[in-house]
């Protein structure tokens, strides 16, 4: 199970950390990644990040969004700063490149004047 957290509404600028935390598995062994979907549109992975170490992130958020993990704590994190109105979006979690296991909820972020 992955439950996500950390999302909410910010000005044009301002930073969030998006936490997911992994239950019943062990996120470490896995290749993870950040998803999100707006309304209207598909859902896009944002962020990944290898077992390995070795992190992707699709253009839009290069040198904005930073991708990490605390193997102890079983949980991925995306730092997310510098927003601009189109990063408003339900942000998601899963194994990357594609997802295997039940999405969880996800966190909305916001962001608006």
């Known amino acids: 199970q992955l439950v996500e957290s950390g999302g909410g509404l910010v000005q044009p600028g301002g930073s969030l950390r998006l936490s997911c935390i992994a239950s019943?598995?062990?996120?470490?062994?896995?290749?993870m990644g950040w998803y999100r979907q707006a309304p209207g549109n598909q859902r896009e992975v944002v962020a990944s990040?290898?077992?390995?170490?070795?992190?992707h992130y699709v253009d839009s958020v290069k040198g904005r969004f930073t991708i990490s993990r605390d193997n102890a704590k079983n949980t991925v994190y995306l730092q997310m700063n510098s927003l601009k109105p189109e990063d408003t979006a339900v942000y998601l979690c899963?194994?990357?490149?594609?997802?295997?296991?039940?999405w969880g909820q996800g966190t909305q972020v916001t962001v608006s004047s």
């Open positions: 899963n194994t990357w490149p594609g997802p295997t296991t039940d």
């Open positions: 019943g598995t062990v996120i470490s062994i896995y290749d």
């Open positions: 990040l290898t077992s390995g170490g070795d992190t």
